[in-house]
């Protein structure tokens, strides 16, 4: 590990807690915006061309989502183990679970990539698309599903990295496939005139070339943690504690992946434009709120490494610095954004459709005006994640979409007949009462309790309390 990332295991335990939250989080950042980039890339492209191929990829992203987060389960997991493991002074157990946890990621990754290639057809077809959307959502989902065992790779790299207190290698690693996929996309799109396809193509291949540097860069033997053949064995007792960490991340990301998903059908209910509206919008407000979720991953490396040396205290603070910097940042730059010519001028630049411009700008501007509640919620999930409480997340996680979101929906149209506004506002209220609860379940206590046993190595405890 190289002497920026001992840099930052040092801060997180010992040092400036707000420089260790920013030493992390930047990178983190950086990197969660590349990875966006590669959707706002095919959006562009593919606004361009019509208002079918926007609303095709916003139509079955959510499939996609949904074994994205099941799998994050699996590299949540390595992150908190990784990190409470480090912070104990254990790191042949350390490289262990991470060999274990790359095995399992990508395995899934393969299997699920395999049943989504075959289901396509059916999975558009149920999700309600019309004769002009289906053959695009066909033809985009068939294709770019394949990218998920390289995906899985390179989200299980930045995990091994972020427990480490690494952050930086991850986001170069990322930099390397979106600007490879800036590239690709134009040339496969417009100038192939391969459309959807091209657009699918262009991200498969673009997330290659990084997650090849991943396994390349994981195996030299001069990492502190490193892949190892006789380490990927299965050993069931460091699966048992995968699954025992990971499996409520995955429920709940899989499950509120799958809310999305009949969010999508609700929305189309209102035409391609307003899917295409529902998707611009959800995409750029994810620019802006960028900052809490590189803080919400911070935050759990922090918390994680310090509960492993235990020391709880240290813990806490951290978490209360990332959010409270969070909220600060995200006040300011949501009332920015929710200006009417600010949110409009932005949404023009992917549509030069009227009726989906002021769609998406009415419904970025109310998402942008409270988003100063994701501030509170990334920090509170990275607290638990840190912890080791994934059930907590995962409860919140489930009924913030398939309760809160849904009556919510189900209010604004039935009761108050909104119109498509119904959507924009249960976006907001579901995420605001969330908030709220994972809040107060911090002030409870709960994620005192500790749910990951280490044993601490008294001359590394020693080491990092001077």
Known sequence: MGKAAKHNQELILNGSLWKAVLALAIPVMVNSLLQTMYNLTDTYWLGQL???????????????????????????????????????????????????????????????????????????????????????????????????????????????????????????????????????????????????????????????????????????????????????????????????????????????????LL????????????????????????????????????????????????????AQKGFRVAMWGSVVFLLAGGLILSLDRISTAIVSIFSDDPVVISMAADFLSIMAFWCFANGVYNSAIGLFNGTGHTEVTMAISAARLWVFRFFTLWFCETVLHMGVRSIWYSVVVSNGIATVILYLLYLMGIWKKPRIKVKRDEGQKAENLV
């Open 263 to 314: 969010m999508s059908r609700n929305v189309f209910a209102y035409g391609s434009q307003a899917m295409a509206a529902y998707g611009l919008g959800n995409k750029i407000n994810s620019l802006i709120t960028l900052p809490t979720n590189g803080i919400g991953s911070a935050v759990a490396t922090i918390v994680g490494q310090n509960m492993g040396a235990g020391q709880q205290q240290r």
């Open 50 to 260: 019509g208002t079918g191929q926007l609303a095709a990829i916003n139509l079955v992203s959510p499939v996609q989502n949904i074994v994205i987060n099941f799998g994050s389960g699996i590299t949540v997991a390595g992150s908190v183990l990784i990190a409470q493991y480090i912070g104990a002074g254990e790191k042949d157990k350390a490289e262990r679970m991470a060999n274990q946890i790359l095995v399992c990621a990508v395995g899934f990754a393969l299997v699920c990539a395999a049943i989504c290639f075959l289901c396509s057809p059916a999975i558009v077809n149920w999700l309600g698309a019309d004769e002009e959307t289906y053959g695009h959502a066909v033809t985009y989902l068939s294709i770019v599903i394949w990218d998920m065992p390289f995906l899985f790779t390179i989200n299980i790299f930045s995990s091994i990295h972020q427990a480490q207190g690494d952050t930086m290698t991850p986001m170069l690693l990322n930099l390397g496939g979106i600007l490879f996929n800036m590239v690709l996309d134009p040339l496969f799109i417009v100038g192939f005139s391969m459309g959807t396809g091209g657009a699918a193509w262009a991200t498969l291949l673009a997330k290659l070339l990084p997650a090849t540097a991943a396994l390349i860069l994981l195996s030299m033997s001069k990492q502190e943690i490193s892949l190892k053949r006789n380490a990927m064995r299965p050993e069931w007792e460091n699966i048992k504690m995968i699954l025992q960490i990971g499996l409520p991340t995955a429920i709940g990301g899989s499950t509120m992946q799958f809310g999305f």
